[in-house]
């Protein structure tokens, strides 16, 4: 197989399995964990130097390609292995391509970090350890973004599309949906913004979403 994919379901390697699940792509998982010192050893530190899941090494004619970040290895496979005919998740013109990437970053930039404070403060962590005024401020600060998320669906909304770009579901949905199902822990907040509420639920609910997490 040309393409695999180094990473658990459980991790931020969920992107590209992700993706390449609703591809329907032939790869190959090579499943490390991010605990135990897989990530550290010498043969792993040669794909990413940073020691970190996911990488994608992509065998290809001109010779193989590597690609890790987890967005990054999202949209290359969207873009590289998808098809740009307006019915997979690949992006199919200029600005389905600009609405994954800004949607991408966007969430890296205003999101994630507080995202996963939530998420390890509400649930991850043991009950003993977790900090709730740090969940109760990361909570406040996510008011911001999930308004502005809220008001791009809802603009969606009014031209009948129920996705981020287009009028379907793309690797923008999966990049955003991928870091905002984190603050599902804060149902109290989410609440508060009923079309992101419904448009996350849509798409964790795909059976894509539930192949790549189920992978370890």
Known sequence: MSLKIYGIGASRAVRPLWVAAELGLNFEHIPVPYQGGATRTPEFLALNPNGHIPVIEDHRPEGTVTVWESMACALYVAKVHGLPDGKSIAPA???EEADALRWSFWTVTEVEKDALTVLMHRMVMPADQRKPELADAAEQRLRVPCRVLEMHLAAQ??????????QRFTVADVCVASVVG???????LLAQYPAVSAWLDGCLSRPAQAQARSLK
Do not use: E, I, T
């Open 93 to 95: 013109n200029a600005q």
């Open 157 to 166: 909304s009014a031209k009948g599309a129920d996705y981020l770009a287009g």
């Open 182 to 188: 984190w603050v599902r822990p804060a149902p109290a």
